[in-house]
């Protein structure tokens, strides 16, 4: 399984960017998806997750409002929409899925087996 995150790059603070990520190799359709962020200097966090029948989504409380986690299923694709977005949101953005976590480790990177290569927002003041 492979996937792959795209859609990155400079956005004055304030504007918009879409963040894809792509899976070959097996479907989406039953799996926890989530985007993570690791910004210079700090540790891996968790900014959204959509649940394995997309009911539910989870945000960390900074980005609530804001970004948007969603999914296409036709296209095996999922997706960040980020809106009004604040230099504090610069960071290398990874996207991740899991078929057999729980529910209860979505927020933890560590539970995630499968990772993108990342793709870098940078957000201008």
């Known amino acids: 399984v492979q996937l792959q995150a795209s859609g990155g790059g400079l956005v004055q603070a304030g504007g918009s960017l879409r963040l894809s990520c792509a899976a070959s190799?097996?479907?989406?359709?039953?799996?926890?998806r989530a985007w993570f962020r690791q910004a210079p200097g700090k540790e891996r966090e968790f900014v959204a997750a959509?649940?394995?029948?997309?009911?539910?989504?989870y945000y960390r409380d900074s980005v609530k409002g804001r970004f948007t986690i969603s999914r296409d299923n036709a296209k095996n694709t999922f997706y960040l929409q980020m809106n009004s977005l604040k230099p504090e949101d610069t960071a290398i953005y990874y996207c991740?899925?899991?078929?057999?976590?729980?529910?209860?480790?979505?927020?933890?990177?560590?539970?995630?087996?499968?990772w993108g290569q990342g793709t870098l927002v940078t957000v201008s003041s």
């Open positions: 991740a899925a899991d078929w057999t976590m729980i529910q209860s480790s979505i927020g933890t990177a560590r539970d995630y087996d499968y």
């Open positions: 190799g097996r479907t989406f359709s039953n799996a926890v």
């Open positions: 959509i649940s394995r029948n997309g009911a539910n989504t």
